[in-house]
């Protein structure tokens, strides 16, 4: 036993039955070393039954059930690492016909959650692409006959491509998460979540199948995942070696599973930290919405212009600057126009940011011959694109093609255009259809074997580049369309796809927030819910006025890099940001970079509507946000304050920040909406 306290961990063997118990009161797990499998327990009543671990070799799926003996290899370790402390044990399933099968277990003092790892060993090497982790036909929630707790399962997509949402659906279902999970139960909010925490190798799938309702009949967390959710139209690469180990895998249950996805993303960094930024939200204007393909001169310096004498003086600004950012189509400029472009912003104080697709070609079959930046003709694109095992080019991704992350051509095309970009004097950088890079194929580098492996390895040598060790000043790094996960090579990550101004574009931001939220702060320092239009998209007919606040109080709340989105030398776009950015209420909210927490998560493919935020410096402050998605009717809302985690019964002073009127209200708010309106309300408990 380590310790003394109650959560202290225990380990009993019991040599009768020959059962292994791991616990600390408040996790369980009990190892049977006849017939291989274990169960789980946690203290809000979620178990697994008979839960085996298992991989795919020569052709067939082989799992610990399998295997002619198990047992404990040694004594449990006693350990002291980031995750606190703790024991580490291993048990070993051995078979003289098949490669040895290592569970490893580690469960630490006061935690609701144990990790473990698979390891297949090998006598000579092994070559797998598959693994499960956690493979089981029976999960029990253990409220499974309680009125309005029917256990509600959460897809989290792999990326943000395609439109793609959040989902959370009950049995009957067969749905498949990526990295990580949540099953939780509505009312009382328990929920279990189990997801990967090491992502240097393997893509993660769990998938949950349940027939009948309200019951789930499989549930497996498996790595190897590669289908068309990952993008990959190959399978998944082999992983080579005497031993061949799956990613950490973290399981446990909570009291709330908001506060289970918030622990997963932190138990993420304490395995990779993200990337520092010790500078502010970042907040200024983004081209692709106003202009896109249509980008000049002109509408750049004068947003710059507009901002600088227009709107900043009233306070939309963070740290007395702005960033004033080029997306797509930057080179339709001349390098004069850049250079004169860029020198005006640095005039007006504001600092420039630029994009690119590092890992995405965009030509045609003719381009292909064309020579790669900086290889002095010693490469062209045809050669550095990522191909199949037969050497066949890729199936293109969103029109692009993939660039291998590993060729020495694309290395030196990252030095060539990261020395461009620092030396023109650029602050920050979106980099787009990060996907690509990550996707299975035949890498150049052949130690490097499976897509996120290559990934890692090209995003890692692109961070580098500009690390301000290297470079001298700081350089925000943004994804936009990127796999969640690794997510130690950037600042910030748009939380969905393309997000333009309508209450349906709200909507479909709010859903990534709705089960994204615990990104922010956790793997990735902002989240992004990219450009606030709050008039017009470039390829849009103009919002109206509810709709187009909406927009930005949906990007206030998410975290946040609060960059805008439209051309203001439209007259009422203009009218806008005079009226709604010089709010320093609102403004000063984006400023927390802190993310409001959904109220509700079981609302299928929608968002929710209902938001909160705890002030994080202001004793007795909460933030509520609601939203009204219907464009066509007004709509009231009644939201309970006891459901927004504040005292059911206290006395409150309601401020709408957006309108600076004053109320007071106890037990529940109502709030009334026109058509696409929305609220931020400012909760003071009255003494």
């Known amino acids: 036993m380590l310790g003394s306290s109650d959560t202290a961990v225990n380990v009993g063997v019991n040599a009768e039955t020959t059962h292994i118990r791991l616990a600390n009161g408040l996790v369980a797990i009990e190892v ?35 295997y002619d003996r198990h047992y404990m290899m040694g004594q449990p370790e006693k350990i002291q690492d980031p995750f606190g402390t703790g024991i580490h044990a291993v048990i070993k399933h051995e078979s003289d016909l098949l490669p040895g099968l290592e569970q490893h277990f580690y469960v630490y003092e006061g935690t609701s959650s144990f990790i473990t790892r698979v390891v297949i060993v090998g006598q000579e090497d092994l070559k797998v692409n ?45 749905t498949e998460s990526y990295e990580v999970t949540a099953l939780f139960q ?28 309200g019951k789930l009949d499989e549930l497996e967390l498996y790595a190897g995942a590669a289908d068309v959710m990952t993008r990959d139209s190959q399978p998944h690469g082999y992983v080579r070696g005497k031993r061949v180990e799956s990613p950490l895998v973290m399981v446990g249950d909570y009291d709330d599973y908001r506060t289970g996805l918030e622990a997963y993303g932190e138990a993420n960094t304490k395995m990779a930290p993200a990337l520092s930024w010790d500078g502010g939200v970042p907040i200024g ?50 390098p004069a126009e850049m250079e004169d472009a860029l020198k005006r912003v640095r005039e007006n104080g504001h600092k420039p940011g630029t994009y690119w697709t590092p890992f995405a070609f965009w030509g045609s ?23 199949d095992q037969d ?8 029109g692009g093609l993939a660039i291998d992350p590993t060729h020495p051509g694309n290395l030196a095309r990252i030095d060539w255009f990261m020395d461009k970009f620092v030396s023109e004097g650029f602050e920050y950088i979106k980099l787009d259809f990060m996907a690509h890079g990550a996707l299975e194929g035949k890498h150049y580098n052949s130690n490097i074997t499976t897509g996120i492996a290559a990934y890692n390895y090209g995003l890692s040598y692109l961070t580098d580049k500009l690390s301000p060790e290297r470079i001298g000043r700081p350089f925000f790094i943004n994804l936009s369309i990127a796999p969640l996960f690794p997510y130690a090579y950037a600042h910030s990550r748009r939380i969905s796809c393309d997000v333009f101004g309508t209450i349906q574009d709200t909507e479909y931001l709010l859903n990534s927030l709705t089960h994204g939220w615990w990104i922010n702060d956790t793997l990735y320092r902002f989240n992004d819910p990219d450009h606030a239009v709050i008039y017009k998209s470039f390829n849009q007919d103009s919002t109206t006025r509810h709709e187009g606040r909406s927009r930005l109080t949906a990007s206030v709340i998410s975290g946040t890099v609060l960059l805008l989105g439209d051309d203001f030398r439209h007259e009422e776009a203009a009218w806008r940001a005079k009226n709604w950015l010089g709010n320093e209420a609102i403004i000063e909210i984006a400023r927390l970079g802190r993310t409001f927490v959904p109220v509700e998560g079981n609302l299928g493919k929608q968002a929710a509507d209902t938001f909160v935020l705890t002030h994080p410096s202001e004793a007795g402050t909460t933030y509520i946000a609601v939203f009204n998605f219907d464009g066509a009717e007004s709509v009231q809302k009644t939201v309970s304050l006891e459901r927004c985690g504040l005292e059911a019964h206290a006395s409150y ?27 931020i309300l400012k909760l003071s408990r009255n003494q």
Do not use: C
């Open 32 to 66: 049977d070393l006849e017939k291989g499998g274990y169960a789980y327990a946690g203290s809000r009543g979620f178990a697994l039954q008979e839960v085996r671990s298992g991989f795919r070799w020569q052709g067939r799926e082989y799992h610990t059930g399998h």
């Open 130 to 174: 598959r693994i499960a982790v956690v493979k089981t036909d029976s999960v029990s929630s253990g409220s499974e006959t309680v009125p309005g707790e029917a256990l509600h399962v959460l897809r989290v997509p792999y990326d943000n491509d395609k439109w793609v949402r959040y989902l959370t659906e009950t049995a009957p279902l067969e």
């Open 186 to 213: 509505p009312d009382s909010r328990h929920g279990l979540i189990l997801g990967s925490i090491s992502h240097d190798v393997w893509k993660t799938g769990i998938r949950v199948k349940g027939e009948t309702a």
């Open 285 to 334: 204007w983004n081209s692709w919405s106003a202009a896109m393909s249509t980008l000049d001169y002109d509408l750049y310096v004068a947003t710059s212009d507009f901002l600088k004498w227009e709107v900043q003086p009233q306070g939309f600004h963070n740290e007395d600057t702005l960033y004033m950012n080029f997306d797509a189509f930057w080179d339709r400029l001349t």
């Open 365 to 387: 079959p003719a381009g292909f011959s064309s020579p790669v930046e900086g290889t002095d003709g010693k490469y062209t694109y045809g050669d550095i694109l990522l191909r």
């Open 391 to 398: 050497g066949e080019i890729l199936p293109d991704v969103d």
């Open 653 to 679: 002073t309601v401020l709408d920040v957006w309108e600076g009127t004053a109320g007071q209200s106890e037990g529940t708010l109502v709030v009334e909406l026109a058509p696409a309106e929305s609220k």
